[in-house]
Each structure stands twice: as structure tokens, then as C-alpha cells.
Nanobody, 116 residues
């Protein structure tokens, strides 16, 4: 099990950028998939982006070309660079560590608010 702490959220105007960070309490080197999810008020939690231990990435269609996920295994940190933000990106963003059959761990979330 790993503890995850997100940071970097805040209030930004539409068209602006934010970079979210997810710091893990232990090594993420062997964690198969690290991901970012988000949940807007009244909506289900949805996958935003994911990155494998080998560096393969996957994005929701709604963020392709605007968001970039990356991981620094040496720092046990995962990042989400968000550019060209839209009002519909407003949500609580959660970091998730998928440890495969061992289960998964969630962070506490960080609020992102985009004003139009």
C-alpha cells in the first residue's frame, strides 16, 4: 500500500494552465499503472490519464492534446500538466496507484476550478 498526496490544484481562468503533482510515500517503480481521475459535482469519477511503468500513456478523449501525464520514478511522483483549461475541467482530481492484484490506492484529491 502507498499513500498518495496530490497538490497543485487551484483557481485558474479558462485557457490557463496548472500542473498537478502526486507524491507517493514509497517507491512507484513497480507500480504497474499510475493514473489521474476526476470527479465533478453530481457526476461519476472518470479516468483522465494513465501511465504505465514502461511509460505508455492513455488519455480521455476530452483531454487529449491538452493534458500530459508523466512519472518520475526516482522522486516517486506523478504529474499532470493541464493546458488550455476549460470550465468543464472543473473537478476534484484524484491520483490513483494501480498495484494490480494487490489492489489500488487513492489520494485525497485536489480541487481544480476553471473560471470562464
Amino acid at each position: 500500500q502507498v499513500q498518495l498526496v496530490e497538490s497543485g490544484g487551484g483557481l485558474v481562468q479558462a485557457g490557463g494552465s496548472l500542473r498537478l503533482s502526486c507524491a507517493a510515500s514509497g517507491s512507484i517503480l513497480r507500480i504497474a499503472v499510475m493514473a489521474w481521475y476526476r470527479q465533478a459535482p453530481g457526476k461519476a469519477r472518470e479516468l483522465v490519464a494513465a501511465i504505465t511503468s514502461g511509460g505508455r500513456t492513455n488519455y480521455a478523449d476530452s483531454v487529449k492534446g491538452r493534458f500530459t501525464i508523466s512519472r518520475d520514478n526516482a522522486k516517486s511522483t506523478v504529474y499532470l500538466q493541464m493546458n488550455s483549461l476549460k470550465a468543464e475541467d472543473t473537478a476534484v482530481y484524484y491520483c490513483y496507484a494501480n498495484r494490480g492484484i494487490s489492489g489500488g490506492d487513492w489520494g485525497q484529491g485536489t480541487q481544480v476550478t476553471v473560471s470562464s
